[in-house]
């Protein structure tokens, strides 16, 4: 199983182009999500979504756009690319619950993110 | 929003030597969860607590989750070199919520 995986690794943008990470999970997880990583700020949550089909809005979700047509993907579109946007991007799954009845476990499995740089 | 505070920000120790770390949150939480990140890595869970006051240990890392519901730590004992990296608290609130809130991150290096 490859498990997370997230294109490109390494990305430069000019202000104002857009662009889409992409998510890509073998796992069958129900939930998956996106994560900034900025110097000192921790892990913020820009999107989430719990199944095909349905999307939400996490912490910092101004300037990206997701989607979730397949259980397998979940790309993240940034529209008109801005420098505070440059950062590190990881894209989680899980399975949405343990087991029938129980609760979202947040045991996350993270890709090995994606650096994007925009000037 | 949910906000937590961990500390240490960084520890710079001897191999061999313990480690403790910790986190704090004036809400509640349901679940405590502890990452850690490695140079150029996605985060890896390394203790997830479910209960009040639960005590899980996996190897040499122990963590707890407070009885108040507020805080949890996280335990270190024997460090060795592989150790180093960035270690994340975060925690889940209650109801339906899958929303994670995570730490700013304990900066962890070991000196051989």
């Known amino acids: 199983n490859a498990g997370v995986t997230q294109t490109p690794k390494f990305q430069v943008l000019k202000t104002g182009q857009s662009m889409t990470l992409q998510c890509a999970q073998d796992m069958n997880h129900e939930y998956m999500s996106w994560y900034r990583q900025d110097p000192g700020m921790g892990l913020r949550l820009i999107h989430y979504s719990v199944g095909a089909g349905i999307t939400d809005q996490g912490e910092v979700p101004n300037g990206y756009n997701v989607s979730r047509s397949t259980t397998e993907d979940f790309p993240l579109r940034l529209l008109s690319a801005a420098p505070s946007q440059t950062s590190v991007y990881f894209c989680?799954?899980?399975?949405?619950?343990?087991?029938?009845?129980?609760?979202?476990?947040?045991?996350?499995?993270f890709g090995e993110g994606s650096r994007l740089t925009v000037l | 929003g949910q906000q937590l505070n961990q500390s240490p920000q960084s520890m710079f120790i001897q191999e061999g030597e313990d480690v403790s770390m910790n986190c704090t949150s004036s809400s509640i939480f349901n679940t405590w969860l502890w990452y850690k990140q490695d140079p150029g890595e996605g985060p890896v869970l390394l203790i997830a607590?479910?209960?009040?006051?639960e005590l899980t240990s996996n190897g040499r890392l122990t963590a707890q989750f407070g009885i108040t519901r507020k805080d949890s730590f996280l335990n270190i004992s024997a460090s060795i070199p592989s150790d180093v990296g960035i270690y994340f608290c975060?925690?889940?609130?209650?109801?339906?919520?899958?929303?994670?809130?995570f730490g700013k991150g304990t900066l962890l290096t070991v000196n051989p």
């Open positions: 607590l479910y209960k009040a006051g």
């Open positions: 989680a799954s899980s399975h949405r619950s343990r087991r029938e009845g129980r609760l979202w476990t947040g045991e996350l499995f």
């Open positions: 975060a925690g889940r609130g209650g109801g339906s919520n899958y929303k994670l809130t």
